[in-house]
């Protein structure tokens, strides 16, 4: 008599969401365990059950893990920025890197600037010393 009660398998978030006993064709429970109920929601909640699968099954196998992460990211930006969702993130990181840019460019400008007086001025503006040893 090696196990007299049958273990007890815990259900996936996706079956969960839909009542459903979790058996060991489903395909979201790889994806989405009962630790991940909020991300699974949030999945659902912007594509749905179905596109959800169409989504994953238009995969490939290897690239499963990444498309999941993905929607699951997406769904978050969606949740966090209900409006623009990931897009004004991305928005605003690239405006941010034009700042930078620009801001980069003018240190620039001076650094060049400045190397150029010091040029002109000769060895007596870098404190008496010399350039030879």
């Known amino acids: 008599m090696a196990n007299a ?23 979201l429970a790889k994806y989405f365990p009962a630790e991940r ?3 699974f929601e949030n999945v659902y909640h912007l594509f749905g059950m179905q ?5 994953l099954k238009s995969v490939e196998e290897e690239e499963r893990d990444a498309t999941i992460e993905s929607l699951i990211m997406e769904a978050k930006m969606r949740l966090e920025h209900p409006v623009h969702g990931h897009f004004s993130v991305a928005r605003k990181l690239s ?10 460019e003018i240190v620039r400008q001076k650094i060049h600037i400045c190397k150029g007086a010091d040029n002109r001025a000769g ?3 870098r404190g008496g010393q010399s350039d030879q040893l």
């Open 95 to 104: 405006i941010e890197i034009e700042k930078t840019k620009k801001e980069l």
């Open 123 to 125: 060895p007596s503006t």
């Open 51 to 55: 596109n959800t699968l169409k989504i």
């Open 5 to 27: 009660f049958p273990v007890a398998q815990k259900h996936c978030a996706a079956c969960k969401h839909q009542r459903r006993k979790c058996d060991q064709n489903c395909v």
């Open 37 to 39: 109920s909020d991300d």
